[in-house]
């Protein structure tokens, strides 16, 4: 009677453990419904963030970007291959943004915001880890007083702005980082007339 009694405790803990990771996700509907601020230009930030941490497959990237979309700090670590789950997530996040950047929490309302660059293997399409990705910040985001910004997939398929339909090929999981980041390039000097100064202007202007 106490082995049927004890395994039946474990079975009931364990299934509250998995009912409670499950809770700790949120799906696209959610996400999109959450009033996540767009970005204005997110193949420059995922551009600058590839170039600057050439991340691998389970490579996170989380950056805290001022009003004007400026990258004021940012910090990539590994993913452990775990169970995906929330709330481990929001307690990684939350460790490296302590570890880049004072919080916000005596302001009234959030003026920098926080977003995420998650390198894996596969296609484009929400998965519950992205779910648990998207818990884990929008959580780490209230308790270091950012606001919580666009989530952000680097796949095969490419990159990809989740509950926004916005991505591009370029940069994908496998592609070599872009000489400089976009928003770090130095400006053009000034040209006029000529073939020349033509193919700078459309080269600035992509």
């Not at 949120?26 to 170039?51: D, M, Q, T």
């Not at 992205?130 to 666009?150: F, Y």
């Not at 496998?174 to 080269?203: K, Q, Y």
């Given at each position: 009677?106490?082995?049927?009694?004890?395994?039946?405790?474990?079975?009931?803990?364990?299934?509250?453990?998995?009912?409670?990771?499950?809770?700790?996700?949120?799906?696209?509907?959610?996400?999109?419904?959450?009033?996540?601020?767009?970005?204005?230009?997110?193949?420059?930030?995922?551009?600058?963030?590839?170039?600057?941490?050439?991340?691998?497959?389970?490579?996170?990237?989380?950056?805290?970007?001022?009003?004007?979309?400026?990258?004021?700090?940012?910090?990539?670590?590994?993913?452990?291959?775990?169970?995906?789950?929330?709330?481990?997530?929001?307690?990684?996040?939350?460790?490296?943004?302590?570890?880049?950047?004072?919080?916000?929490?005596?302001?009234?309302?959030?003026?920098?915001?926080?977003?995420l660059l998650y390198c894996r293997?596969?296609?484009?399409?929400?998965?519950?880890?992205?779910?648990?990705?998207?818990?884990?910040?929008?959580?780490?985001?209230?308790?270091?007083?950012?606001?919580?910004?666009?989530?952000?997939?680097?796949?095969?398929?490419?990159?990809?702005?989740?509950?926004?339909?916005?991505?591009?090929?370029?940069?994908?999981?496998?592609?070599?980082?872009?000489?400089?980041?976009?928003?770090?390039?130095?400006?053009?000097?000034?040209?006029?007339?000529?073939?020349?100064?033509?193919?700078?202007?459309?080269?600035?202007?992509?």
């Open positions: 009677m106490t082995f049927g009694f004890a395994s039946t405790s474990a079975a009931s803990l364990s299934t509250s453990a998995s009912a409670a990771s499950a809770s700790r996700l949120l799906e696209p509907a959610e996400w999109a419904a959450a009033g996540i601020p767009l970005l204005r230009n997110p193949r420059e930030i995922v551009s600058g963030l590839h170039a600057r941490h050439r991340p691998v497959p389970h490579t996170a990237i989380v950056a805290v970007l001022d009003p004007d979309e400026r990258l004021r700090a940012s910090a990539s670590f590994t993913r452990r291959l775990a169970p995906a789950d929330g709330w481990m997530f929001r307690n990684a996040l939350l460790a490296q943004l302590r570890r880049v950047i004072p919080h916000d929490l005596r302001r009234r309302t959030p003026v920098r915001t926080a977003v293997e596969g296609d484009g399409r929400w998965t519950e880890e992205d779910g648990a990705w998207m818990w884990g910040l929008r959580d780490a985001c209230t308790l270091h007083g950012l606001r919580c910004g666009a989530y952000i997939t680097l796949t095969d398929d490419g990159w990809q702005v989740l509950g926004e339909g916005r991505g591009g090929r370029r940069p994908h999981v496998h592609s070599a980082p872009e000489p400089f980041a976009t928003s770090e390039a130095p400006p053009l000097p000034p040209r006029s007339g000529g073939p020349v100064s033509e193919v700078l202007r459309r080269a600035a202007a992509r």
